[in-house]
């Protein structure tokens, strides 16, 4: 379980090789800043949400999370009942 945000979930290494689930029903309002991240590289090989956050809201944000998972090769799954 984890206790931060999904760009540090997405970027921690303890995460390497696992598909993450995130149970928040929605991910990725504040987007993406690579400044939060733990790591240089997406550590899960996969991401499931329920719904991904298409425009997202922070002055900070730099992409969505769509735009990183697909810049960096990860799949990412949404519409799934997460809870």
Same mark, same amino acid.
């Given at each position: 379980?984890?206790?931060? *945000? =999904?760009?540090?979930?997405?970027?921690? @290494?303890?995460? !390497? &090789?696992?598909? #993450?689930?995130?149970? =928040? @029903?929605?991910? *990725? $309002?504040?987007?993406? $800043?690579? %400044? %939060?991240?733990?790591?240089?590289?997406?550590? @899960?090989? &996969?991401?499931? #949400?329920?719904? !991904?956050?298409?425009? @997202?809201? $922070?002055?900070?944000?730099?992409?969505?999370?769509?735009?990183?998972? #697909?810049?960096? *090769?990860?799949? *990412?799954?949404? &519409?799934?009942?997460?809870?």
């Amino acid at each position: 379980t984890g206790m931060t *945000g =999904y760009r540090e979930i997405l970027t921690d @290494p303890s995460y !390497a &090789g696992q598909i #993450v689930m995130l149970t =928040y @029903p929605l991910i *990725g $309002n504040y987007g993406i $800043n690579e %400044d %939060d991240f733990e790591s240089d590289r997406i550590q @899960p090989t &996969g991401l499931i #949400v329920r719904e !991904a956050c298409e425009h @997202p809201s $922070n002055w900070r944000s730099t992409k969505s999370l769509h735009q990183l998972l #697909v810049e960096r *090769g990860t799949t *990412g799954i949404q &519409g799934l009942d997460t809870r």
